[in-house]
């Protein structure tokens, strides 16, 4: 009988340092998308405050407390991560486990906003995209969500099934940086 283990979508991938810049797998949790239905976002926007601390992001923001993440994730849906949603919030919003989706990392180092912008057409600079400032854009050939962690640290994510491609990408664009430095 065959053994199945599970692995991490970038197990045997990472981490990978080239220069100054460093890819690493940010450790599996539990995320959840949350759509609010009609009429229904300013009660769930209360249902989080009160039980996480966060309120329903802007647009292209995310908010964090405690190892909480709650992150725009597009028009009417945010992505919950590092928490199992309260049971209460279905009363707001559809649900939908998103845990084992996903390929989550993080770029970090002098020259991280030099790789992403070998990559995607975001205007990363730090002046215009600050500390949990978020987008879902193009990554390379990719859809991707990328989220500023703070002054030279990105996470970015991708269909589990892009993870090595995401590698790949990513690699080439940190050797492209460290070979002008």
Same mark, same amino acid.
């Given at each position: 009988?065959?053994?199945?283990? &599970? =692995?991490?979508?970038? &197990?045997?991938?990472?981490?990978?340092? #080239?220069?100054?810049?460093?890819?690493?797998?940010? &450790?599996?949790?539990?995320?959840?998308?949350?759509?609010?239905?009609? $009429?229904?976002?300013?009660?769930?926007?209360?249902?989080? %405050?009160?039980?996480?601390?966060?309120?329903?992001? =802007?647009?292209?923001? +995310?908010?964090? =407390?405690?190892? #909480?993440?709650?992150?725009?994730? $597009?028009?009417?849906?945010?992505?919950?991560?590092?928490? &199992?949603?309260?049971?209460?919030? +279905?009363?707001?919003?559809?649900?939908?486990?998103?845990?084992?989706?996903?390929?989550?990392?993080?770029? +970090? $180092?002098?020259?991280? %906003?030099?790789?992403?912008?070998?990559?995607?057409?975001?205007?990363?600079?730090? +002046?215009?995209? =600050?500390? $949990?400032?978020?987008?879902?854009?193009?990554?390379?050939?990719?859809?991707?969500?990328?989220?500023?962690?703070?002054?030279?640290?990105?996470?970015?994510?991708?269909?589990?099934?892009?993870?090595?491609?995401? #590698?790949?990408?990513?690699?080439?664009?940190?050797?492209?940086?460290?070979?002008?430095?």
């Amino acid at each position: 009988m065959v053994e199945l283990s &599970a =692995k991490t979508p970038c &197990a045997d991938l990472l981490p990978l340092t #080239v220069g100054a810049l460093t890819l690493s797998e940010v &450790a599996p949790t539990v995320m959840t998308t949350l759509s609010p239905y009609e $009429g229904c976002r300013d009660a769930l926007s209360a249902a989080l %405050e009160t039980r996480y601390g966060l309120r329903w992001p =802007k647009p292209n923001r +995310s908010t964090a =407390k405690a190892g #909480v993440r709650l992150l725009w994730f $597009g028009r009417d849906m945010a992505l919950l991560s590092g928490a &199992a949603p309260d049971r209460g919030l +279905s009363d707001h919003a559809a649900l939908v486990d998103q845990s084992d989706g996903w390929a989550v990392v993080q770029l +970090s $180092g002098a020259g991280a %906003e030099d790789a992403l912008a070998r990559l995607c057409p975001v205007d990363l600079r730090p +002046s215009v995209f =600050k500390r $949990g400032h978020t987008a879902r854009c193009d990554l390379r050939h990719m859809m991707a969500s990328i989220t500023r962690l703070g002054p030279a640290s990105f996470q970015i994510m991708v269909f589990r099934s892009m993870a090595e491609t995401l #590698v790949e990408d990513v690699k080439t664009a940190m050797e492209a940086v460290a070979a002008r430095g």
